[in-house]
């Protein structure tokens, strides 16, 4: 790949074979250089501190992604549901300011409605949304 980027600073004084050496040469030896900069531990190396440290903090580490994963689901289904029992000029003006974060100006091109419509619009459909959240909380 770096010889192929590389290609126009290929002047021809010489062979392309040790040109092409050069470049091979030149990237092994930065990889080495960056590795003994950068020396990477193995497990073995650990001691059983620094093991029950990493198995620990690991642990936690999975267990809030499982969280926050299952949360963004549980999110996502409520938005759903709520989104669904909203009419169709509810869902486009919500989608466009709230979830696209598109201007109100943005809004009114692409719809054709007045900016004042497009802004009552949002806050009708915003108090729609809450009491549809509330309605479904509720139950």
């Not at 021809?12 to 590795?35: D, Y």
Request: aromatic share 6%.
């Amino acid at each position: 790949m770096k010889a192929f980027e590389q290609l126009g600073s290929y002047e021809g004084r010489g062979s392309m074979e040790g040109w092409l050496t050069r470049i091979t040469t030149n990237t092994c030896l930065n990889m080495l250089r960056s590795t003994k900069r950068r020396p990477e531990m193995t497990v073995s190396d650990m001691t059983d501190d620094e093991n029950a440290w990493l198995e620990s903090k690991l642990a936690g580490s999975a267990e809030e992604s499982f969280r926050s994963s299952e949360r963004s689901y549980v999110a996502a289904d409520l938005a759903e549901r709520v989104m669904g029992n909203l009419s169709a000029d509810d869902r486009l003006v919500l989608t466009l300011v709230d979830g696209e974060d598109a201007s109100i100006k943005e809004v009114a091109e692409m719809t054709g409605w007045s900016l004042s419509k497009v802004k009552v619009q949002a806050f009708r459909a915003r108090r729609r949304m809450r009491a549809e959240v509330e309605k479904l909380l509720g139950k």
